[in-house]
């Protein structure tokens, strides 16, 4: 593809990222509030705010392709969710629109879904339960995606990640862990396999234990290279979660819906 923005490049995931995309795009234009602390020499970064729609109309000129990171990517308040999720996506999705982009990578979450008992199965046409109002940005995110690829042909490729990592870091991870590495395959697909128009896959590994059956990404060629099972499986498996309790426990969000959680667990799932 040929030029490419990386928005949230100066986060975690986007740490990750980088290395792996040196040299796999005509041009690579990295963007966020602020630039990155480890920005290479060879790196090029550009300051815009998802809440500043002139500044990512001149982000956007002769891009054609977004691999969005960008925003508030935990539980917060409501103000903070709306401004970067769902105020911030939009300017970002209207920008993309003016400008002709061709395809938007959105990293979704888990946490679209958090609700759903571990039990449970899930594939990619489930209905939403979101676990927080992050999950909730994360649907809009979904739904805006679909908007603008089937009415103004902006192709959209949303990745419901569950935890990006070297290595999975507790036992509910194990089930949700993404190989950076892997992440950067699905990433490849979504700007450039043909089929997309406004897909919705998991973002996981090819773990043993997972919850989500991914067969869009496999249709798409996903092959993961990683698995959760191969990273020290005894000592992740012992550790406990970190907010672990009995809600937690329960769903696939973890902690996600354990906070802030009221009354008992009867009808809930
Ligand atoms: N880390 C994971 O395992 C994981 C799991 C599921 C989904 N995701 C999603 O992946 C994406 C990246 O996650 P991350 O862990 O790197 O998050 P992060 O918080 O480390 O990085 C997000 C970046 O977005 C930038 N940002 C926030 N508000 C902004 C605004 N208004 N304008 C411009 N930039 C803004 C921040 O400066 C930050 O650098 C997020 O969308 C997140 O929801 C991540």
């Known amino acids: 593809m040929r030029t490419v923005v990386m928005?949230?490049?100066?986060?975690?995931v986007a740490r990750h990222l980088r290395p792996l995309f040196a040299g796999a795009f005509d041009r690579l234009i990295l963007s966020d509030r602020r630039g990155p602390a480890d920005?290479?020499?060879?790196?090029?970064?550009?300051?815009?705010?998802?809440?500043?729609?002139?500044?990512?109309?001149?982000?956007?000129?002769?891009?054609?392709?977004?691999?969005h990171l960008g925003g508030c990517a935990r539980e917060d308040g409501w103000h903070a969710v709306?401004?970067?999720?769902?105020?911030?996506?939009?300017?970002?999705?209207?920008a993309a629109r003016r400008r002709g982009v061709e395809?938007?990578?959105?990293?979704?979450?888990?946490?679209?879904?958090?609700?759903?008992?571990?039990?449970?199965?899930?594939?990619?046409?489930?209905?939403?339960?979101?676990?927080?109002?992050?999950?909730?940005?994360?649907?809009?995110?979904?739904?805006?995606?679909?908007?603008?690829?089937?009415?103004?042909?902006?192709?959209?490729f949303n990745i419901r990640i569950g935890n990006v990592a070297d290595r999975p870091a507790d036992r509910r991870r194990m089930a949700i862990w993404l190989h950076p590495e892997d992440l950067a395959q699905l990433i490849r697909i979504g700007l450039d396999h043909p089929d997309v128009v406004d897909d919705v896959v998991y973002g996981i590994s090819d773990n043993a234990g997972a919850w989500?059956?991914?067969?869009?990404?496999h249709a798409l060629g996903y092959r993961p290279k990683h698995r959760a099972e191969d990273h020290a499986?005894?000592?992740?498996?012992?550790?406990?979660?970190?907010?672990?309790?009995?809600?937690?426990?329960?769903?696939?969000?973890?902690p996600f819906c354990a906070r802030e959680f009221a009354g008992g667990l009867a009808d809930r799932d």
């Open 82 to 94: 709306r401004a970067a999720n769902i105020d911030g996506l939009y300017n970002l999705y209207e």
């Open 103 to 156: 395809r938007l990578v959105f990293t979704s979450s888990n946490h679209a879904v958090g609700f759903y008992p571990r039990d449970r199965r899930l594939d990619a046409d489930v209905r939403p339960r979101p676990d927080s109002r992050y999950g909730v940005s994360k649907v809009f995110g979904e739904a805006l995606g679909s908007l603008y690829a089937r009415k103004y042909g902006v192709r959209s």
């Open 212 to 217: 989500w059956e991914n067969a869009r990404a």
């Open 39 to 67: 920005l290479r020499a060879d790196e090029t970064f550009r300051a815009a705010d998802l809440g500043d729609p002139d500044a990512l109309h001149a982000l956007l000129a002769d891009v054609a392709g977004v691999i």
């Open 7 to 12: 928005t949230g490049a100066a986060g975690g």
């Open 233 to 254: 499986v005894d000592d992740v498996a012992r550790a406990a979660e970190p907010a672990g309790d009995r809600i937690g426990d329960r769903f696939q969000g973890g």
